[in-house]
């Protein structure tokens, strides 16, 4: 069966690295995907990577994949307080998996 | 904006009408979703439509939910006898088939029954 699990909350300093870790359990996933959801409005697609590649680096976000551990992790280099929203990772194979998301709180 | 687009964005019933929410993809997307939020929660998908097939059927949903894409462009999910425990966010996707099949998100429609 398909299980995707995240830690519920994170709180950070600004300025700070967040890292947001999810471990998934379908092998077969081709590609994982990170979406950030804030109060009230839909979800964002951050990023995502190719299950055979073990880092993507776009801008402020990094996603580390270990296929070997199903786990995926979001580092997110020098926090924002725009950045505290819910972050949710993925798994696809047609339609998605979501996890039940993590918190991010920043304090400034 | 070419993104996707729900309408309504809230819709409050009362138990045992029925509801029908509207979504329109981006349009050049092949790929239709639906799925479900409900509070601290992540998404829990419904259904998804390739052109105007139906590929795949979650086995979660009642068969009080019909969804349809009649021309390969927009969708409309509908509830049918709606129970309280249908209150929840209903969110629309869509994509290319293909490549990395990225996901983009409408806005949702919320669902308050009563």
């Known amino acids: 069966g398909e299980d995707v699990e995240q830690s519920l909350f994170l709180s950070v300093r600004e300025g700070d690295s967040s890292v947001i870790n999810c471990t998934y359990t379908?092998?077969?996933?081709?590609?994982l995907y990170w979406y950030k959801q804030e109060p009230g409005a839909g979800l964002q697609l951050l990023t995502y990577i190719f299950s055979n590649m073990d880092m993507k680096q776009d801008q402020r976000l990094t996603v580390l994949l270990n296929k070997k551990d199903k786990h995926l992790s979001l580092r997110i280099a020098d926090t924002q307080t725009g950045d505290s929203a819910i972050y949710f990772c993925a798994e696809s194979i047609g339609a998605l998996t979501f996890g039940s998301g993590t918190r991010l709180q920043v304090q400034p | 904006d070419t993104g996707v687009s729900q309408d309504p964005r809230h819709k409050i019933t009362k138990r045992g009408q029925n509801v029908t929410f509207r979504c329109d993809p981006i349009?050049?997307?092949?790929?239709l979703y639906w799925y479900r939020q409900t509070l601290g929660q992540g998404p829990e998908f419904l259904t998804y439509?390739?052109?105007?097939?139906?590929?795949?059927k979650s086995r979660l949903l009642s068969d009080r939910f019909s969804a349809e894409r009649p021309k390969g462009s927009f969708s409309t999910l509908e509830i049918q006898r709606t129970e309280q425990g249908d209150s929840a966010m209903y969110l629309c996707?869509?994509?290319?088939?293909?490549?990395?099949?990225?996901?983009?998100f409408g806005p949702g429609t919320r669902l308050t029954v009563t």
């Open positions: 349009s050049e997307h092949n790929r």
């Open positions: 439509f390739q052109n105007e097939a139906q590929l795949e």
């Open positions: 379908d092998s077969s996933s081709t590609y």
């Open positions: 996707a869509s994509s290319l088939e293909g490549g990395s099949y990225e996901q983009y």
